[in-house]
Nanobody, 124 residues
Framework: QVQLVESGGKLVQAGGSLRLSCAAS????????LAWFRQAPGKEREFVAA????????NYGGSVYGRFTISRDDAENTVYLQMNSLKPEDTAVYYC?????????????????WGQGTQVTVSS
């Protein structure tokens, strides 16, 4: 099992930037495909971005494409989500997720391990 701990969420004004971090332990980090999802109150969990375990390759949800960037640091066992040009509709709890050796998928069920989430609030 992979343990994931997110950090970096906070209140930010619209148009601002924020970087989220997710530290992983319990498995060989370089074997993990990692993703970020988010969930706003009353809404379903939404795919944000993912980075594969090999390559690496990346994929983004349509609502964040061009504004958010996912990256990984295998030496630090950490995956990041750089969020720019934030909008109030980006307000949500952001979750880090992991799957071992699997290809990128934008389906939450494809990820076996999840963090507890970090709150991002974007004020207008």
């Amino acid at each position: 099992q992979v343990q994931l701990v997110e950090s970096g969420g906070k209140l930010v004004q619209a148009g601002g930037s924020l970087r989220l971090s997710c530290a992983a332990s319990g498995r060989t980090f370089s074997d993990l495909t990692l993703a970020w999802f988010r969930q706003a109150p009353g809404k379903e969990r939404e795919f944000v971005a993912a980075v594969s375990w090999s390559g690496p390759s990346t994929n983004y949800g349509g609502s964040v494409y061009g504004r958010f960037t996912i990256s990984r640091d295998d030496a630090e066992n950490t995956v990041y989500l750089q969020m720019n040009s934030l909008k109030p509709e980006d307000t949500a709890v952001y979750y880090c997720a992991a799957r071992q050796w699997g290809a990128i998928t934008n389906h939450a069920l494809g990820y076996a391990s999840w963090g507890q989430g970090t709150q991002v609030t974007v004020s207008s």
